[in-house]
């Protein structure tokens, strides 16, 4: 089975750090990605890991602990444009995802 | 590279009405994937095509939808008879695949807002 938690909303203001936690239960866990999505929009890729530990891609970096089934995806220097919502989701073999019910964060001046 | 495309973009039809929904995903990609997107929540797989055979469609709901992808490029999803529960955004989305087992970023289409009343 699959269970997926991470908070449904956060608050920050801009040019602040946010840091989205996700905690998963997922048999057959090969790795992790997060998708941004904007409000009216597709869900578009941000991150995939699959090794433990920390990727950085500008500002944004994603984290994983494959033992602790943790992730987060932290945000630097956040923008007006970052609000939007953060979905999580582990995935198994056959590249199936399972989608968390994502975190909608907004970015205030 | 020409991105997921999705027809229509909107639809609103009353309960009990049918409905069919059209995506033809990136160029090359074997992989195609239906989700449905309630508001408020994350997208729920409904099926997902390899090439044009099911791999997985243990989340449709197989009394009222149906999906096909006949020559393994384009696909339909269909709803017939619409219920005022399957009000959401229906994404489509694809991913190269390019071996068996890999696990490639699935790409999104901008979806389809369907409205039942």
């Known amino acids: 089975g699959q269970n997926i938690d991470q908070p449904t909303e956060m608050t920050a203001t801009e040019g602040a750090i946010v840091q989205i936690n996700c905690t998963y239960q997922t048999s057959g866990f090969n790795g992790l990605f997060w998708y941004q999505q904007h409000a009216g929009e597709a869900p578009t890729f941000l991150s995939y890991?699959?090794?433990?530990g920390l990727e950085e891609k500008g500002r944004f970096s994603s984290f994983l602990s494959r033992s602790k089934g943790y992730s987060y995806l932290l945000l630097k220097e956040l923008q007006m444009k970052d609000s939007a919502s953060y979905l999580c989701?582990?995935?198994?073999?056959?590249?199936?995802?399972?989608f968390g019910g994502g975190t909608r964060l907004m970015v205030k001046p | 590279e020409a991105g997921v495309a999705q027809s229509p973009r909107y639809k609103i039809i009353e309960k009990r009405q049918s409905v069919a929904f059209w995506c033809n995903p990136i160029?090359?990609?074997?992989?195609l994937y239906w989700y449905q997107q309630i508001l408020g929540q994350g997208p729920k797989l409904l099926i997902q095509f390899q090439n044009n055979g099911v791999v997985d469609d243990s989340q449709l709901p197989k009394d009222r939808f149906s999906a096909e992808r006949l020559k393994g490029v384009d696909s339909t999803l269909k709803i017939q008879p619409a219920k005022l529960e399957d009000s959401a955004v229906y994404l489509c989305?694809?991913?190269?695949?390019?071996?068996?087992?890999?696990?490639?970023?699935?790409?999104f289409g901008p979806g389809t807002r369907l409205t039942v009343l």
């Open positions: 989701a582990p995935s198994k073999a056959g590249n199936m995802l399972t």
């Open positions: 989305a694809s991913s190269l695949d390019r071996t068996s087992g890999s696990t490639d970023t699935q790409y």
């Open positions: 160029s090359g990609h074997a992989t």
């Open positions: 890991n699959v090794l433990d």
